[in-house]
């Protein structure tokens, strides 16, 4: 579907992850990423944020691993907002996409959070991805928590999935398929890109 010829939506009753472990994986095209500077977020809302967005000449993958915390949802998240968002919070990640070309291509993106592991990473290369630790929340001062803080859910509750932002692009024509939400932390080996 072509993103950007909608305004922000939501797919409500969306499954929840009770085990800690969670994947959010998607393909996204478009034909000009140089044009994406307010960026596309994919909300696992309470989860896991992904936005799409420009960077220094590059297409980005920013990961929230902790989208309860950080609230990437908040509409003043667009633009520089997401790379001072992704600078000030504890766990964030920015993997830059290749090749480098300019139109018509299509990424696949995974980022997989366990917090059984304290790890997380996002894809967007041929190369492995860089896993990353969770950092513990400060608990006073100084001080950190033993282990990172997991969202905890009712046995009945149900969550939301956001895209939000595509439209913004105006005249440019992004699309997104095969979103994909895991409720386990998918290794990288592991490819359903094909499926």
Sequence with gaps: MDLSQFQDFTFTSFPI???SRYTLE???FTEDFTSIANGVKIIWVDHVAVVIKENSGKLGAYCFPQDYI???SDATIIGAAVHTKY???RNAYLQLMDPVVVGGNWYWVRCAVSFNLAKYYVTGTAADPVIQTINPEYLYDTVVNDYPFKKSFFPNQT???N???ASSAGHLKIY???IQA???YIPFKYDFRYM
Aim: charged residues 10%; glycine residues 4%.
């Design 163 to 165: 895209v939000f932002g």
């Design 182 to 184: 895991f409720n386990d």
């Design 87 to 89: 600078s000030t919070v």
């Design 26 to 28: 998607f393909w996204i």
């Design 176 to 178: 997104i398929r095969n």
């Design 17 to 19: 992850s009770h085990n």
């Design 159 to 161: 969550t939301s999935l």
């Design 70 to 72: 950080d609230n990437i």
